[in-house]
C-alpha cells in the first residue's frame, strides 16, 4: 500500500495509493477466476492450477482518491506455490477463498488463516470468500457454518460466483474500502507518519510499495449474500 508524492498510472492518471491484496485457498477453488473476474471481467470454465505467481492490477476510485489494486495470486498446490514470505510482504489485504461444494476446502481456512497471521501484518484486512455460489446443489459448506467462522476470527465474509459475477466486485471493494478507510484514519490521526525514506506509513509495520514501483514477482463479519 502506498500514499506518496503520486505517480501516474497507464493513461496518466495521478495513483494516490497502492493497495496489495492477496489470494489464497486450496488449490482449484477459483482464485484464479475470481482475480480474472475483478481485474479483466473474464472467466474462464477450463481454467488451470497457477504455477508460480502473478498479479494483475485495477485502478479505482475511493472517496475521489485514485486506488491501484494490485491483486496476487499463487497456486493452491504447495509444491507450485510462490516464496510464502515474498507472497505476503506488503499485503494490506487478503481473499481467504474456499469452494462451498468441497468440505475439505473449508476445513483448510483455519490453515491458511494461521499461515497469513504468520507472514502478513497484523492489520490485515480478510475477507473468507465461499466460491462457487452458482452449485448451489453441490453445495456442502452451510452458509452459517461460514459465518460463525468469520465472526469468530474477525473476518468479512462473503459467498461468490466468479462464473456468474455475483459479489466478486463487492467482496474486492468491501476489502479495498476498508483498508483505505484505516488508511485514511490514520492518516487524520497521525497526519501521516513519514519513515527515512520518506515513505508514509499509515499502517503500522506495513511496507509501504511506492507508486509506480511495484515489487516484481518472486521466480520461482459482516456478510453479504446475493
Ligand atoms: N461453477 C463455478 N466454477 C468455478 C468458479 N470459479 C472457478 N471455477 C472453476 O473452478 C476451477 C478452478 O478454478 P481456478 O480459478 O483455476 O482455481 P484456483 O483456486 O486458482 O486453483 P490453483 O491455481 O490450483 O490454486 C476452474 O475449472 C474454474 O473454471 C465459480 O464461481 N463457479
Not at 471481467?41 to 502473478?54: M, P, Q, R
Not at 459448506?141 to 465474509?157: G, I, M, Y
Not at 511496507?207 to 521466480?219: D, L, S
Request: proline share 2%; net charge neutral.
Amino acid at each position: 500500500m502506498s500514499r506518496g508524492g503520486g505517480s501516474y498510472g497507464e493513461v496518466g492518471q495521478k495513483i494516490d495509493y497502492v493497495f496489495k491484496v492477496v489470494l489464497i485457498g486450496d488449490s482449484a477453488v477459483g482464485k484464479s477466476q475470481l482475480l480474472a473476474r475483478f481485474a479483466r471481467n473474464e472467466f474462464n470454465l477450463d481454467s488451470k492450477a497457477t504455477i508460480g505467481v502473478e498479479f494483475q492490477t485495477r485502478t479505482l476510485h475511493i472517496d475521489a482518491r485514485t486506488v491501484k489494486a494490485q491483486i496476487w495470486d499463487t497456486a493452491g498446490q504447495e509444491r507450485y506455490r510462490a516464496v510464502t514470505s515474498a507472497y505476503y510482504r506488503g499485503a494490506v489485504g487478503a481473499m481467504l477463498v474456499y469452494d462451498i461444494t468441497k468440505r475439505q476446502s473449508f476445513d483448510h481456512v483455519a490453515r491458511w488463516l494461521e499461515e497469513l497471521r504468520g507472514h502478513a501484518d497484523k492489520n490485515i484486512v480478510i475477507m473468507l470468500i465461499g466460491n462457487k455460489s452458482d452449485l448451489g446443489t453441490l453445495r456442502v459448506v452451510p452458509t452459517e457454518d461460514a459465518k460463525e467462522f468469520a465472526e469468530r476470527e474477525n473476518l468479512f465474509f462473503m459467498e461468490t460466483s466468479a462464473l456468474e459475477s455475483t459479489n466478486v466486485e463487492n467482496a474486492f471493494m468491501t476489502v479495498l474500502t476498508e483498508i483505505y478507510r484505516i488508511v485514511s484514519k490514520k492518516n487524520l490521526v497521525a497526519n501521516e507518519e513519514v519513515d527515512s525514506s520518506g515513505n508514509s506509513s499509515l499502517l503500522k509495520g506495513t511496507k509501504i510499495v511506492v507508486p509506480g514501483q511495484e515489487p516484481a514477482p518472486p521466480t520461482k463479519a459482516s456478510c453479504c449474500m446475493s
